[in-house]
C-alpha cells in the first residue's frame, strides 16, 4: 500500500496563481483589459479568497492540487503523506533532477512510493548558475500560443522560428531583492545564451529523447507512477518507444460524463481557472481552487481503482463543475 505520494511539475502543480505570501503585483480584466492592481499580490489573493472561501487554509501548498489531495486523506484518516516538489517555471529538466536526488536518499522506500509527473512543454531550459550557487530557470519563446490557453498552435507551428528569452528566475514571486539585483545585472549573458545556443528543433529532439529515456526508466525498474500532464510533448514518430504511457495517464471524469487524460484540457473545458473563479479580479489562467480540488478528487478516484489507496471512491457532483463567471474569450 502507498503510504507516500510525490508529486513533480510546473506552476500548474505547485499552486501556480496562489503567491499568497508575494509582495509583487498581479493583474486583472475588469472591462477585458489587462490592468495592474494596486495592491501586492499576496494582499490581493488574500482579500478576495477570504470572500470566496473563508475557511480554507491560504497558503499556496494547500490551494494546489497536491494541497488538496492531503486533505481528502487526511478526512478519511489514510496513514498517506503527500509531497509536492513542483516549482513555477521549471519543468522537465527540473523533475529529472529532484526526481533522481529523492530516489538516492535512504529513507526512500520504492514499495511504498508513488509518483505523479506533470511533464511540462517546451521552452524551460535549467541551468546552474554559479553567482547564486544554485539552479534558475531561463523561459524563452519558441513557438506560437494561444493567448488564453496557452496551447501551441499546430497549425502554424514553426520549428525554424528564432527563440527569444521571456524571463528567468531563481524562484518566481518570491525572489530576494538580492538575488534579483544580480539577475537583473546579468540580463546581457542570459539574453546572450538564449540567441546564441538555443534552437527550437534541437531543443524539442533533446527533450523528446530526454522523456523517453526518463519513462522508460520508470517503467523497467518498476516505479509506482501516474501522469497528470504530458502538454502534447512527445513526438508522435516516436511512440512505439512510449506507447506504455496510456497506461499510466490519470482519467479526469467531466460534468458531461466524458474522460479525459491531461488537466490543462479539463481545466479549460470546465473553465476552473482563476481569472473566472475571482469574476477577473485577478487575470490568471492558472488552475482556481475549485479547479484544483476537482483535480485532486479525480486523482483520489484515480489511486482507489488501481489500489494504491484503499478507500472508496469520491462522488463527484454537479457543485463540483460550478463556476462563478464565463469566460469571455
Same mark, same amino acid.
Given at each position: 500500500m502507498i503510504k507516500t505520494v510525490y508529486f513533480f511539475g510546473t506552476s500548474h502543480t505547485a499552486g501556480g496563481g496562489f503567491e499568497f505570501n508575494s509582495k509583487l503585483k498581479t493583474f486583472n480584466f475588469i472591462e477585458a483589459e489587462l490592468k495592474e492592481n494596486e495592491e501586492p499580490r499576496g494582499q490581493t489573493l488574500h482579500r478576495i479568497y477570504n470572500e470566496l472561501f473563508p475557511n480554507e487554509l491560504r497558503t499556496q501548498d494547500n490551494y494546489s492540487f497536491p494541497g488538496q489531495l492531503q486533505l481528502l486523506c487526511n478526512d478519511r484518516q489514510l496513514d498517506i503523506k503527500v509531497v509536492n516538489i513542483s516549482k513555477q517555471g521549471y519543468g522537465n529538466e527540473r523533475i529529472y533532477r529532484k526526481f533522481y536526488d529523492l530516489i538516492q536518499e535512504n529513507e526512500f522506500d520504492r514499495e511504498t512510493s508513488l509518483f505523479v509527473f506533470e511533464f511540462s512543454d517546451l521552452e524551460r531550459k535549467e541551468i546552474f548558475y554559479n553567482p547564486l !550557487? &544554485?539552479?534558475?530557470i531561463i523561459n524563452y519563446g519558441a513557438v506560437d500560443r494561444y493567448f488564453h490557453t496557452n496551447a501551441v498552435k499546430q497549425k502554424t507551428k514553426n520549428f525554424e522560428k528564432t527563440c527569444q528569452l521571456s524571463s528567468y528566475a531563481h524562484t518566481y514571486w518570491y525572489e530576494t531583492d538580492e538575488d534579483l539585483k544580480i539577475l537583473k545585472d546579468d540580463y546581457k549573458f542570459f539574453n546572450d545564451f538564449v540567441n546564441k545556443t538555443f534552437d527550437t528543433k534541437t531543443i524539442l529532439n533533446q527533450l523528446n529523447i530526454n522523456n523517453i529515456n526518463f519513462?522508460?526508466?520508470?517503467?523497467? !525498474? &518498476?516505479?509506482?507512477?501516474?501522469?497528470?500532464?504530458?502538454h502534447n510533448l512527445l513526438w508522435k514518430n516516436l511512440s512505439e518507444y512510449y506507447d506504455f504511457i496510456d497506461e499510466h495517464r490519470i482519467s479526469y471524469q467531466c460534468k458531461d460524463g466524458s474522460i479525459l487524460n491531461g488537466f490543462i484540457e479539463y481545466l479549460h473545458k470546465n473553465e476552473h481557472l482563476i481569472t473566472y473563479e475571482t469574476s477577473y479580479r485577478i487575470a490568471d489562467m492558472h488552475p482556481s481552487l475549485k479547479g484544483n480540488k476537482l483535480i485532486a478528487k479525480n486523482i483520489f478516484n484515480e489511486c482507489v481503482d488501481r489500489n494504491y489507496i484503499k478507500s472508496e471512491k469520491i462522488k463527484l457532483n454537479k457543485s463540483d463543475f460550478s463556476n462563478p463567471k464565463k469566460s469571455i474569450f
Open positions: !550557487q &544554485n539552479h534558475v519513462l522508460n526508466f520508470l517503467k523497467n !525498474q &518498476n516505479f509506482n507512477f501516474l501522469i497528470s500532464e504530458t
